[in-house]
């Protein structure tokens, strides 16, 4: 939450115009929209009196937009919108019930949501780190395929002789535990385990939101492997990878790392992780993907 927090920033700075195309006057009263999850946040938009209440939904959406957290997602807008406590209804226009300075409470809907996923490939020796965005009304299960189709094909770019299946993943929800400290910003942001898992019974929509959208899924084959491909891998994400795992899924950021060795010391404390990962992050490339 502290890291969109600090995405979000304090105020908006645009600078809205108040003329139309022909340099006359128009009809636009500037709202103060409060995001309910962070209601510091003051989101400042224009919208003319004579649109409708629904069309105020949807332009608060693309104001929300411009934030990676809502970037793309689908039917973006704002729902449960209220003035002074009182809810607007959904059918009006815009000047029949606000004014200029008004200021609203709202939350934000969508059909979609990008997950933050990390994945641990012990025998590999890799985490392998991206957004990835799938229907709030997906299972688990699903998102499941999705994460492992992405992890074996990155693993089968770079020859390393692994495939995963699903008794071999497991999901639980994840905490940014290094957005609390100060970390050089070459540096990457690694999850810590809530210690609670995620079954593939659930749909995305009843188990993550927009603050709370960090997985960590843990891949470890149910028979011992002995060799150690730690010798083969290139901690640079290529173009080829990139080709390939876009097509499952929208996904951005991919990153593909290294495991350290927190995560190698299976029987290290929570703590003792986080204090390692601080201590032994590397540099990360980070390819943008849509």
Partial sequence: MADLRDELGDIDEENYIYLDKDGKPMKLIELTIHWNPVPKKLILITCQKNASLSYLRFRIGEAMERYSTF???????????????S????????GDYLKDGDQLT?????????????IDCKEANLLIKFDIKVPLVTTFSGVQVSILEIANKILSLRNIPLKYDQSEIKIHKSRNVCSSLIINETMSKDHVLD???????LKVKDSVDYLHRHIICSLRKNLEVHVNYASQ??????????????????????????????????????????????????????????
Avoid at 106 to 118: A, F, G, R
Avoid at 195 to 201: A, L, Q, R, V, Y
Avoid at 278 to 283: T, V
């Fill in 195 to 201: 210690n609670e898992e995620i079954f593939g019974n």
């Fill in 233 to 290: 891998t290139n901690t640079k994400s290529s173009i080829s990878e990139i080709d390939e795992v876009k097509g499952i899924l929208p996904i951005r950021l991919l990153t593909i790392e290294q495991r350290k060795a927190s995560y190698i010391n299976e029987s290290s404390s929570p703590h003792n992780k986080v204090e390692e990962e601080y201590k032994q992050s590397i540099a990360c490339i980070r390819c943008s993907i849509f």
């Fill in 87 to 94: 809810p607007l209804p959904r059918i009006g226009l815009v």
């Fill in 106 to 118: 709202c939350d934000i809907s969508s059909l979609d949501i990008w997950l933050n996923v990390q």
């Fill in 71 to 85: 970037a793309g997602l689908t039917n973006l807008q704002a729902v449960n919108l209220e003035i002074d406590d």
